[in-house]
Every structure is written in C-alpha cells, then in structure tokens.
DNA sequence: TATAAAAGTTAGATATATCTAACAATTTTA
DNA sequence: TAAAATTGTTAGATATATCTAACTTTTATA
C-alpha cells in the first residue's frame, strides 16, 4: 500500500494539475512549494514514485500521474471528502474547520470502511465544501461551476464552494445567510464596477465584484 | 504530541499491566513480545519514552508507565473503542471485524473529534466487545466483571465480553442469541460436569463448562 | 549569444523506528 | 555455588522521509 507521504504527493500533484490547469506537468519547485518541502524532498520522491509507476518523470522534465498514481490520488481525495461530509453532517462541525482532521482521516486505510461511510452519508456528491466527492469507481461529478460574476441577470444557481478562506470573508457569507446549496438568483448587475444584485432567502442584497470572483456556483 | 509507535508502546504496556495483573513491572522481551518486535527495538524507545517521562525504567529493571504516560495509554484505549463503537453501530460492521480499522484510527489527533464522537454515540460505556470506554476525564468504569462460570444459580447478568475468538464459538454464541448486552439468567448448575442452564430471550439452554469460561459478565 | 536568473539535481546529514549479531547481566537449576 | 538458561543491552545496519549546501542544467534577458 501507499504510505502518508505518497499519497500527499499524489494528492498534490492532481490539485496543482486541476487548479492551475497545468496540462504539460508540474515542476519540481512548484510541487515543493505546494507541499511546503524543500526541492530535493521532492526530487527524492518523485524517483520513488517513478520506480512504484505513479508517475511519468525524467530528469529536469515535467511530472505527470500516471494512470494507476492517478487513480489513487482520485481515491485519497474521495476519502477526504468523505470525511469532512461526515464531520460536518454527523459531528456538528463547522466546514471550516475540518480540512486539518481530515487530512489525518484521508490516509486510513480500508476500503470497505470508505464504502460503508459512503452509505452512511448517503452517498453524497459534494462535500462541505461545495467540491465534488468521486464515486467508488473514481468518477467525478463534474457539473457546470462557474464564479458568481459569471452569471447573467436572471439566473439561478447553487452555492458550491468559497475561494476565499479569510475570517472577514466567511462572516459576510454567513450574514448574507448563505450556505453550501444556497440557492441565489442574480436579479441585476452594474455595468460601471460589476456589483451584482442578488436575492438568498427571500433577502436581496448588492455584492460587488470581489465578493462575486469567491463564490463558486452550479447553475440550476 | 505523540507518534504512532510511541501511542502503541504506552496502550501495550497498560494492556499488559491490566492482563497479567503484572503489579511490580512488565519486562522488555514480553513487551517485545506482546508488540511483535525485538527486544533491542523496545530497549531504544524505552529510553525515548523514559526522556520524556513517560514511562518508569531504569536499566535491567521493571518498566512502568509514569502518570503522564498511563494518562495517555488510557486516552488511546478511550479513541480506540470510540471507533470500534461507531464502526459497528453505525457503519454496521461485525464487531470482530473492527480490530485493524480501530488501530489505525486511534492515532487521529484531535481532542475534539474525540469529544464530539463521544457526543454523537450518545457516551458509551463500553464497546461492542463489551470492553469499557474510559470517559473524557480518563474514568474507567470497572463493574464487577466475572465469567459466565462464577455464578450462581438464580444470578442475572448481562454479556460484556468474550474470551475465545475462534469461529466455533462465535457461531455457537449467534446461535444462542446471545449479543452484547443481552441478559443472561442462570437458572441451574450441574455440580457433576459444571455445565450450566441458562436462559436468555426465553430461550432455554444448557451449555459447558468450557462455554461458560469464555463468557465474561456484569452482574445486574 | 553570453550571462544572469531560475529551476533542478546530487551528496551528505539528521531523525524515527526498525532490524541482526554480539555481548552482558540476572535468574534459575542442577 | 557454578553452569546453564533467560533476559536485557550495545553496536552497527537499514528504510523512510526530511533537511542544507553545493553544483548543474535550463531558461530568460541584456
């Protein structure tokens, strides 16, 4: 099986491809960054997980997953979803302050003990978060996310996840009374600095285009 | 905070006292032992845990655990069977089942988690081995455990625990329908073979002495 | 295109937790 | 009580995962 260490680095290195939308690889500084390490930790590893097949690396090129590496990353990422869903639903936690837990929880090993919390959650497709969890055969709801300020006047969509983690930002969402599956309706937008006149509950309110960029939505 | 292996040399050590009834000290080779490693490796932690004053040891002598250190042991065996508990009443695993998964997750470092699981299992006394849960102050509750054999006619009881693993009997306690939990009356001894007339949910049954043994009961 | 900057690698050290082989102390027993 | 058996320790090796310092390769830029 994979250790702690490896399936960080496989974790990463799907997020890093994800988030930056970093089709040709990933550097070595860059995954050292992210996993706040030194280059050489990493260079180290990565020889590793070329000789375990996880990755496709040569000397001073580009890192990619392999098939099976990405598959498990998949797998790590489902486990921690799924963790979070059941800190948040079963144990009252707040979704804020689960991620640190369950990145000790992501790395159990068990996968009928997955399979089974998985049914005691009911099978969720997102996490606390609003991001996706893979089902057992890896696969991912993709959906159509999109940022708040992508959308047009009239619209309507779900909450799915904050891009912002700062205390200031997640009070204002929380005055406005959103919360993950908040459903929203842009009623107008402002040409001159593209605030946004939104209705949550019943509520209306004016949000400006900072705010909009952090909000990641499903259109419904 | 602890590691791993530190966690399982204090919880072995405590299990060992508990068991042997081991007053005066435990040895390094049957700790070795009991852990599955190497006289030497344990000599070296042993000098690990006795810099951080967690266990009692001088060389050649008897180790025992410090105060620190048996407060810890029994906040390990606490997360421990709050796992094994949530793991069979809610994800409905077989409670011979939970062992392995229970000793990964006992090295989940977060008081809170631990707090909170406790909240949500409604505050177990003991597990689904019938084992007791110590409480969030670290208080054990003790009872007055004994085997199915010690009692007398007339006594009732309830089932905590059993002594045996094999399937054989596992299989032979399903079929009587006897769970944790489950009241047991003893209605009569045979003086002749020490076999035994018990009832349990109406049903009448007589088993061995041999059965008996392997019976561990809390009076009512 | 030569040089400077950035990115990546190698070599060697450290910490944890384990091992085997050899040795030392303690305890048992003949 | 001396020899044998048991128990415990030391020394040195291994594997994992990390680090720093020094060096090399690649990329950017003047």
Redesign the interface.
């Known amino acids: 099986m994979y250790t702690q260490a490896e399936e960080n680095y496989l974790k990463a290195l799907f997020s890093i491809t994800l988030e930056v939308g970093n089709e040709e690889g990933v550097g070595t500084n860059e995954l050292a960054d992210y996993l706040k390490l030194t280059p050489p930790t990493v260079n180290n590893m990565l020889k590793k997980l070329k000789t375990k097949e996880l990755v496709n690396y040569e000397k001073y090129g580009k890192i990619t997953l392999s098939d099976s590496g990405r598959a498990h990353a998949v797998y790590v990422i489902r486990k921690h979803r799924l963790w979070e869903t059941f800190?948040c639903k079963?144990?009252?936690?707040n979704w804020n302050a689960v991620h640190?837990?369950a990145e000790?929880?992501e790395h159990?090993?068990?996968p009928?003990?997955i399979d089974?919390?998985d049914k005691?959650l009911d099978y969720p497709s997102f996490d606390p978060h609003g991001d996706p969890i893979p089902d057992a055969k890896g696969k991912i709801k993709t959906g159509s996310r999109k940022l708040l300020s992508e959308l047009k006047p009239g619209a309507q969509c779900r909450l799915v996840a904050v891009k912002d983690d700062s205390t200031a930002f997640l009070d204002y969402v929380n005055r406005l009374g959103l919360k993950i599956n908040s459903l929203i309706e842009v009623v107008d937008t402002v040409d001159y600095d593209h605030s946004m006149h939104i209705v949550v509950d019943g509520g209306s309110h004016t949000v400006s285009k900072k705010f909009t960029d952090s909000i990641q939505v499903l259109a419904v």
């Open positions: 800190l079963k144990l009252d936690f640190e837990i000790q929880l159990i090993d068990s009928e003990l089974r919390l005691f």
